[in-house]
């Protein structure tokens, strides 16, 4: 069965600082890799989405790689902002297995 | 464009009570998905389908029931609530598939006493 691992669970970081989130799975075969934001009491927003094919995506300031190989995914955050304060959920295998997420806040 | 609606956003149950999860989605999206979330965890998926007239079981479907009569409507049926299902439901959509992007509802609140 696949496991998914978001460490750490939570984050603060001050305003302006670079970060990286890790997602971590058992199983090679995830198929895709999707990040999302989850705000409170929010449903998921879907950030990026890096296929079976692909290596990494980019967003704006998001970056987010995958290595099947080591069964690791980061999602990169460039000059962070409050506006980043959230959960954020790696998923794999066409969003059949979700991570228990990262609660990152960004300190003005 | 209302996206994915979910109705009730809270509810309390008791212990053998019976209720509908409402989900509609108004995109024509093909494929629809049931989520639980429990506290500080990730997303479980319940039950998903890939079109009208076809459901197919998730990671954790014991519990519960769908049926998708329309494409735009997918109900999550819990019969004999237990405290155990108390948790956040989520339902989402995507036109064919994760490819194609997820829009997720805003998600119910559900408390079995």
């Known amino acids: 069965k696949q496991e998914v691992t978001q460490i750490p669970a939570a984050l603060s970081v001050p305003e302006g600082e670079n970060l990286v989130l890790n997602c971590s799975f058992t199983d090679s075969a995830i198929y895709n890799l999707q990040w999302f934001r989850q705000d409170p009491g929010k449903g998921l927003t879907s950030l990026l989405l890096i296929q079976s094919s692909q290596r990494e995506q980019t967003s704006g300031r998001l970056n987010a790689s995958l290595d099947k190989s080591s069964g690791r995914s980061t999602l990169y955050i460039a000059a962070s902002q409050p506006g980043d304060s959230a959960t954020y959920l790696c998923?794999?295998?066409?969003?059949?297995?979700f991570g228990t997420g990262t609660r990152l806040t960004v300190i003005p | 464009n209302a996206g994915v609606t979910q109705t009730p956003k809270f509810r309390i149950l008791k212990i053998g009570q019976s209720m509908t999860l409402q989900c509609t989605q108004d995109m024509n999206h093909n494929y629809m998905y049931w989520y639980r979330q429990d506290p500080g965890m990730g997303l479980k998926l319940i039950y998903y389908?890939?079109?009208?007239?076809?459901?197919d079981k998730g990671e954790v479907p014991n519990g519960y029931n769908v049926s998708r009569s329309t494409t735009e409507d997918f109900p999550l049926r819990l019969e004999l609530a237990a405290p155990s299902q108390t948790s956040v439901y989520f339902c989402a959509s995507s036109y064919k598939g994760v490819t194609y992007g997820y829009t997720f509802g805003s998600g119910t609140r559900l408390t079995v006493v």
């Open positions: 998923s794999g295998a066409n969003n059949l297995f």
């Open positions: 389908s890939v079109g009208a007239g076809i459901t």
